[in-house]
């Protein structure tokens, strides 16, 4: 089974500030990540996709994807403390096993 | 946007006990899933279906679990019986296509007691 590995584990960053998460597959079939953010007690939502080498971005979100080391990051830039979250990094292979693996998170704590 | 529905949101029940926690997919999606949660720690992947059967399913999902769609009704997700380390959060999921958006419920939280 694939493992997804996220870093760091939790991150304080103050309002306005920059946070960076970190994603990495161990599995060399995986060709699809997504970034899902969940508050607490609630259940996970998709903030962004990427599935092409390179950069994307939406609002104050981009994520960057380098298929050929399987790591992707997700910048948050004018961080505010309503992002405060897990923030969730899934893979996906693409043929084969279709199951969505999650990392373990990375607990975002915005301070004002 | 599209939505999930999990019925019950909460539910306790006795250790040895049968619960079926209950799942309305989006409408017109064809793959389901169910993950489970810890404490707000990681999601932990249990099962997933397409055209009536299971297709791949962890070590999680123990010979106690089973999981089913009758047509036009829930995906229901079956433990029987129930032991205390099932207690946990459960989500529900679904996707219109194997490789698109997933959308998850609210959860039903499991206590087993």
């Known amino acids: 089974q694939q493992k997804v590995q996220q870093s760091p584990e939790s991150l304080i960053v103050p309002e306005g500030g920059m946070a960076s998460l970190n994603c990495t597959s161990s599995?060399?079939?995986?060709?699809y990540f997504w970034w899902y953010r969940q508050h607490s007690g609630k259940s996970p939502k998709m903030l962004m996709s990427i599935f092409s080498n390179g950069e994307k971005e939406e609002g104050r979100f981009t994520v960057h994807l380098n298929k050929a080391s399987l790591h992707t990051s997700l910048h948050i830039r004018d961080s505010q403390p309503s992002d405060s979250a897990l923030y969730l990094c899934a893979a996906r292979a693409s043929s084969g096993s279709w199951q969505l693996i999650f990392g373990s998170g990375t607990q975002l704590t915005v301070m004002p | 946007g599209p939505k999930v529905l999990q019925i019950p949101s909460h539910q306790i029940i006795d250790m040895g006990q049968m619960v079926t926690l209950n799942c309305d997919p989006v409408s017109n999606h064809l793959y389901f899933y169910w993950y489970k949660q810890i404490l707000g720690q990681q999601m932990e992947f249990l099962v997933n279906f397409y055209n009536g059967k299971v297709m791949e399913k962890s070590k999680l999902f123990k010979d106690q679990f089973s999981v089913e769609r009758p047509d036009g009704s829930y995906f229901t997700l079956k433990i029987q019986p129930t032991a205390l380390e099932d207690s946990a959060v459960y989500f529900c999921?679904?996707?219109?296509?194997?490789?698109?958006?997933?959308?998850f419920g609210k959860g039903t939280r499991l206590t087993v007691v």
């Open positions: 999921a679904s996707s219109r296509g194997a490789n698109t958006e997933v959308f």
């Open positions: 599995d060399r079939n995986v060709d």
